[in-house]
């Protein structure tokens, strides 16, 4: 695998102040993460945005689902993998792991997904270009979702992921808000650029989701979750604390990586088993690396590094970043199970090689990450894909610490 030298990789972590020092051949004229991403992604950014544009708001007060117990402010989906039971038709649902049900409510969810893709790609068209135009139709959306007494969403997730006679909601439905994660990152890149109007106000949204996710049964009960659940729950109270300045939960988010979720996930070879054990243990390995990348780039400090964080046994992020590449590079090589539905739809333009690729001087991971498909079009691929617009994760030279 192709190593950095050491005059090349100054710094560890892409959100910190870290910078290309020499150009490899995969960079081109790229001086630092920022610049290469920048060049790699500008013409589809700008694609995506001039698209969304023209889009307008569409929040949870657009639809409403008779089964659903909250109003019409209130969030609400059902369980992925829950059926009717052909024995007990009026019954309980039954779950069908792997198994997606299409007749289950998701209009919600999908609007979520449908802000995580439109607010990222303006929020990175402003930060490329400049201009307020794309700001500004971010800023509309935001408010929307977070501000507007008439369309905005309540800051619980009582109701995600029901099942149907069964359960009003559960914790585990915390994992649909992971979709709230860039277009957090997103209005952080805004606010800081002075171009978000209403940002105290949609901070207040973040700061009341968050203390929710902390305090009330759903949320502990996700915290506590010991598969990707879990660390879909660091992930989102992370950047949430970042967003908002709470330095105190990004602390115990760092202390959870290197206490629970590393431990409790990663095996000695950097295999994750939870992952493997499910009926789609390829996606989930992916999107589990993902996450778990993620966490660390929004938390890596100079101080306190996850990227090169390691249990005694040596268990950490290089270990499962290294295990996972070759499958990635060659899927045909993949040596367990296939997933039960969309096996051909994976990998995609994993945020993970890029992420991983400059914390360890790795050549080798991002220049696969460029090859690999940045905008999948298979609603249940871009629902396992949160991380889309990764120009919104590097430090912008002379623009301060994105940390």
């Not at 020499?22 to 500008?42: E, G, H, I, Q, S």
């Not at 052909?86 to 198994?99: L, S």
């Not at 589990?288 to 306190?304: E, K, R, W, Y």
């Not at 298979?378 to 030279?397: D, G, H, S, Y």
Request: glycine share 6%; with cysteine; net charge neutral.
């Amino acid at each position: 695998m192709g190593m950095l030298t050491r005059r090349f990789f100054v710094a560890s972590a892409v959100g910190s102040a870290s910078y290309f020092a020499v150009r490899p051949a995969w960079a081109k004229n790229a001086t630092t993460p920022y610049d290469l991403v920048a060049a790699t992604d500008r013409t589809r950014i700008l694609a995506a945005a001039n698209r969304y544009l023209s889009e307008q708001p569409i929040t949870v007060t657009s639809s409403h689902s008779e089964r659903s117990k909250g109003g019409p402010h209130d969030y609400f989906s059902e369980g992925d993998y829950w059926w009717p039971d052909e024995k007990n038709p009026n019954g309980p649902h039954i779950r069908r792991d792997g198994f997606t049900n299409p007749a289950n409510f998701d209009d919600h969810r999908k609007a979520m997904v449908r802000l995580s893709l439109m607010v990222p790609a303006l929020a990175a068209a402003w930060e490329l270009t400049g201009e307020k135009k794309y700001a500004d139709h971010a800023g509309k959306h935001l408010r929307a979702w977070f501000v507007d007494p008439a369309t905005k969403m309540n800051a619980n997730l009582e109701y995600a992921q029901a099942i149907f006679n069964l359960n009003n909601g559960r914790g585990i439905g915390i994992i649909d808000t992971l979709h709230l994660v860039e277009p957090a990152r997103a209005a952080t890149v805004l606010a800081d650029g002075g171009v978000l109007e209403d940002a105290a106000r949609i901070k207040a949204w973040f700061a009341d989701y968050l203390d929710w996710m902390r305090n009330s049964k759903n949320g502990q009960e996700e915290r506590d979750a010991k598969n990707n659940h879990g660390s879909c729950w660091v992930m989102q109270a992370a950047e949430f604390a970042r967003f908002i300045g709470n330095a105190d939960v990004m602390t115990w988010c760092r202390e959870r990586f290197k206490t629970t979720l590393v431990p409790d996930q990663v095996a000695a070879d950097g295999s994750l088993p939870l992952e493997l054990a499910r009926t789609k243990p390829y996606s989930y390995c992916l999107f589990d690396l993902d996450v778990m990348g993620t966490i660390c780039q929004t938390l890596s400090a100079p101080a306190d590094n996850l990227w090169t964080f390691t249990t005694p046994d040596g268990r950490g992020m290089s270990k499962v970043i290294a295990f996972l590449y070759p499958f990635i590079k060659d899927k045909s090589a993949w040596p367990y199970k296939h997933d039960v539905e969309h096996w051909d739809d994976f990998p995609n333009r994993q945020p993970s090689l890029l992420f991983a690729g400059v914390a360890y001087g790795q050549n080798d991971y991002i220049s696969l990450w460029k090859t690999l498909n940045p905008d999948p079009a298979v609603p249940e691929v871009i629902r396992n894909f949160p991380v889309r617009q990764p120009l919104l994760w590097m430090a912008k030279p002379g623009a301060g610490k994105k940390s």
